[in-house]
């Protein structure tokens, strides 16, 4: 049986495989979407801006030396594209999963989920301005999940994200908390959008 980061790889389309791979050049900071509103965009013009936009994404996040930044596209990707799914404002995103994280995160089970320690998500983000219609790198959004007792206020998540010009976000954990309380019983997590989910 393939293992869920060559499934994730095989199920790919061809522009979001081709962000897997190293040494490409770095695409422009911004991109045409053509639309003010993120929700407007279909598979195809979501398919053209990330791969206008893909390259340029971790270079981005990996500019200030943070480890999720430098290490998270060699993780598993869930979803076979960026998707809009409400939260997060009306960004594309996209999550990848590390290895503690990915065989119980690709269930995409919606009760009694418990992450294990050591799991770490990270969504990169695409935010589509309604002023000029144009697609830019948005933040890095990353969630670690850490030891029972570790974090009890948030579920033992630890929430963080990572600007476009790789300096980190400064928030307080409960403005991520009391969003993600609305999945407490899937662990937090919300999942993208089922139709371009990537399971095991």
Known sequence: ??????????????????????????????????????????????????????????????????????????????????????????????????????????EFAEEDVTMPAGSVLAKESITISTKNQEARVGPLFIMTKGEAGSAPETGDWTYAGIQPNGKPMKFAQSFCHDCHIAWEAQDMMAYPMEEVRLSN
């Not at 049986?1 to 060559?6: A, E, N, S, T, V």
């Not at 960026?82 to 594309?92: E, F, I, K």
Request: proline residues 5%.
């Open 1 to 106: 049986m393939m293992k869920p980061q060559l499934l994730a790889a095989a199920a790919l389309p061809l522009a979001l495989a081709l962000a897997l791979l190293p040494g490409q050049q770095a695409a422009a900071q911004t991109c045409a979407a053509n639309v003010e509103d993120a929700f407007d965009l279909d598979e195809a013009a979501i398919a053209e801006i990330y791969a206008c936009i893909q390259d340029r994404m971790p270079e981005a996040y990996a500019q200030g030396g943070d480890a999720v930044a430098a290490a998270y596209r060699s993780w598993t990707v869930t979803a076979s594209r960026p998707a809009v799914q409400g939260s997060h404002g009306s960004r594309l995103l996209l999550t990848f999963a590390n290895d503690a994280a990915a065989g119980q995160y690709l």
